[in-house]
């Protein structure tokens, strides 16, 4: 086997527990571009809640995450009170983590302030791009709680926002870039 450097060569060459799940989401979600803020958020709660696991723990929780934070609709999270907080940190379904849970909720507020000025989330994103990732984690820790290095770059990668999501030899390539506005295309 050769060896494995990239997401498109785990999924060309992978196997095992959880690789339909991954395979499922390269094809179809990786590297997409995003319009909808609900989804852009939630995206950012997936990566969020990854830090110290892998990813196949988050996509095998994922739709118990949509569940649990309200189908991620931002203005929902925003208004989450303690009794939200703590039946967050008692379902079992999802990443039971403190920190993580209170970044989510600060973070909707924080969506909810950039889209008075930038019109949305994905606005906020349009407005910032293109940016070097190293500028996007700045601007992010400015911005966000938990949302390091790798977060941000995931985030980024996952959504359009920064290239390398698939290597022009995979096949997903080529209908990721049709779908991304010009200005993504940088």
Request: glycine share 8%; with cysteine; net charge positive.
């Amino acid at each position: 086997m050769p060896e494995i450097k990239t997401y498109c060569d785990f999924i060309k060459y992978g196997s095992g527990s959880g690789f339909d799940l991954h395979k499922t989401y390269h094809d179809t979600l990786y590297g997409y571009p995003l319009t909808d803020d609900n989804e852009l958020f939630g995206r950012l709660i997936l990566e969020i809640n990854q830090a110290g696991l892998s990813w196949t723990t988050i996509l095998k929780k994922q739709e118990a995450f949509r569940k649990a934070y309200s189908g991620f609709d931002i203005q929902k999270i925003a208004r989450y009170k303690e009794k939200d907080f703590d039946r967050l940190l008692n379902d079992a379904g999802i990443i039971r983590n403190r920190l993580k849970i209170s970044a989510a909720i600060h973070n909707a507020n924080t969506v909810l302030a950039l889209k008075k000025e930038y019109g949305s989330f994905k606005g906020w994103l349009d407005a910032n791009h293109p940016k070097k990732l190293q500028e996007w984690v700045k601007l992010f820790k400015q911005q966000f709680r938990f949302t390091g290095g790798e977060i941000v770059n995931e985030f980024l990668l996952s959504t359009g926002y920064l290239p390398g999501a698939h290597g022009e030899d995979c096949p997903v390539y080529k209908k990721v870039i049709r779908q991304k506005p010009p200005w993504l295309k940088k």
